[in-house]
């Protein structure tokens, strides 16, 4: 099967699924006495993504701005992205990727291969409106190694660390055949 064979616009009929969907190890937090009881995770940023993945579940089918992508494999949902339309399909802001847990060991195949359809998608989306460039960001949390991993290989920079641990990262790509001269809308919005 190819990484993305059952790569898909998520459905009303995927709602079971992703209010079940684990990528977070453990897939629940658990008591911890040295917080005095409070719910705590080893790594809070997997449980925030599957947490915001399982709220998917009452929204899709998505309308714009938002959209939301599956991967579907053998066994069920393999892999969740969702991203917002900030101004429109030229700018965008990725909020979740989500791997199901059974391809965490694939050497981030999967969510390469995610991230890759998805960023297509964006650029088809926004060269369809004209735009002569795409502005991509997201999220990523400072202790998030394989996030951070990913977006550099997607080719997304770095380009702010916030007090919160959350770093901002992005991706400016000029689209192929489009003429745009530097002074556009998109760069109006962002300064």
């Known amino acids: 099967m190819s990484p993305l064979a059952d790569w898909r616009v998520a459905q009303h009929s995927d709602r079971g699924a992703l209010g079940v969907f684990e990528c977070a190890i453990p897939p629940k937090p658990i008591k911890n006495a040295a917080t005095g009881y409070k719910l705590d995770h080893p790594r809070m940023w997997e449980y925030e993504v599957q947490s915001w993945i399982r709220g998917l579940s009452s929204k ?22 969702c991203w917002t339309e900030l101004e ?9 990727i989500g791997v199901a847990l059974r391809h965490r060991r694939s050497g981030g195949d999967v969510a390469r291969a995610v991230m890759r359809a998805a960023f297509q998608e964006m650029e088809s989306a926004a060269l369809d409106i004209g735009a002569g460039e795409l502005y991509i960001e997201g999220e990523i949390w400072h202790e998030n190694d394989a996030s951070q991993a990913l977006a550099s290989d997607g080719k997304l920079q770095m380009v702010v660390k916030h007090e919160t641990g959350a770093q901002t990262w992005s991706l400016r790509v000029a689209l192929e055949g489009a003429e745009f001269d530097g002074e556009g809308e998109l760069d109006a919005a962002r300064n």
């Open 88 to 96: 429109g399909p030229a700018w965008v802001h990725v909020d979740v």
């Open 60 to 81: 899709v089918p998505c309308r714009p701005p938002m959209r939301v992508y599956v991967l579907e494999d053998e066994v069920g949902l393999a892999a969740v992205i």
